[in-house]
């Protein structure tokens, strides 16, 4: 039998051999994971990253990094603090939306992702609020396995490509990232992906008034992202108008995520993505 490989990325190029990591041929040791915060949703992927010491990070994906068993209890997410609960839960939706709409969605993965933003956008203000919500934090932590699943299947787009890039220039966490940025990149792409979006809106229950679909999706979201308490700007961070350029480029060297993306991205469009956040 032909041995199966894993290939190690660094801001989506792949690297043979950084930081002793390269190929995986053979399994290790089965594990069992039990996630105590409900966003990554690595429990339910092949995937796992590593942090440079410059700050950048790469992506390892690998059959053999499938989880053997996966235990999700919610009354291990009771001590998190709300703002923890706000940028994973946040973190899991850009998952589950990004999937939804990237190049590569496909019947499997559409199932999952919208089984993963019915459970978030009904379920992660209450778990935002009302810390001791048992109900639903586990709503919550499902939806979150959801998208994780959904992600492994479809993978995600330009949101992730632009929120590595602020996360590693300016230490933000990466659900703040990604939820500083969900509405901005899925705007940006609405033309390329208005069905889509609509259709989440619509099976989300959201909607309603006299805009289309996507537009009334794309302002739940917002709201949702507001209420939760996720900043909608970068100088808070130390950004500066002159770091736009190299972080720009920085988002555009994730190729396998831009790639992915409903609609083609250039310098331009992602430095104004970029500007108005500061």
Same mark, same amino acid.
């Given at each position: 039998m032909a041995k199966l490989a894993a290939v190690a990325f660094r801001n989506g190029g792949p690297i043979e051999a950084w930081m002793g990591v390269g190929k995986i041929y053979n399994p290790g040791v089965p594990t069992i994971l039990v996630p105590t +915060? *409900? =966003?990554t949703g690595s429990e339910a992927t092949p995937n796992a990253i590593v942090s440079g010491s410059d700050g950048t990070k790469a992506g390892i994906v690998s059959p053999f990094l499938m989880a053997a068993t996966v235990i999700l209890d919610p009354e291990l997410t009771l001590t998190a603090p709300?703002?923890? @609960? *706000?940028s +994973? =839960? @946040?973190d899991a939706l850009a998952h589950a939306v990004e999937s939804y709409t990237g190049k590569k969605a496909n019947p499997l993965s559409d199932d999952f992702a919208i089984a993963a933003v019915r459970g978030i956008l009904s379920s992660l203000k209450g778990a935002y609020e009302v810390p001791a919500g048992v109900a639903s934090r586990e709503a919550v932590l499902v939806a979150s396995f959801r998208a994780g699943q959904a992600l492994t299947a479809a993978g995600t787009t330009a949101v992730h490509a632009l929120a590595y890039a602020i996360g590693s220039a300016y230490h933000i966490p990466h659900g703040v990232a990604n939820g500083m940025l969900l509405v901005p990149v899925l705007s940006f792409n609405s033309d390329a992906c208005a069905d889509r979006l609509g259709e989440l809106c619509r099976i989300s229950g959201n909607a309603s008034g006299?805009?289309?679909g996507a537009? +009334?999706? #794309?302002d739940y979201i917002e709201a949702l992202v507001r209420d939760v308490g996720i900043p909608d700007s970068l100088p808070s961070f130390g950004a500066r108008e002159c770091d736009i350029s *190299? #972080? *720009?480029a920085q988002a555009l060297k994730a190729t396998r995520l831009m790639d992915n993306n409903p609609k083609t991205m250039g310098i331009a469009d992602v430095s104004g993505i970029f500007a108005a956040l500061l």
């Open positions: +915060t *409900a =966003g709300s703002k923890v @609960i *706000a +994973t =839960g @946040i006299v805009k289309s537009d +009334t999706f #794309l *190299a #972080l *720009a």
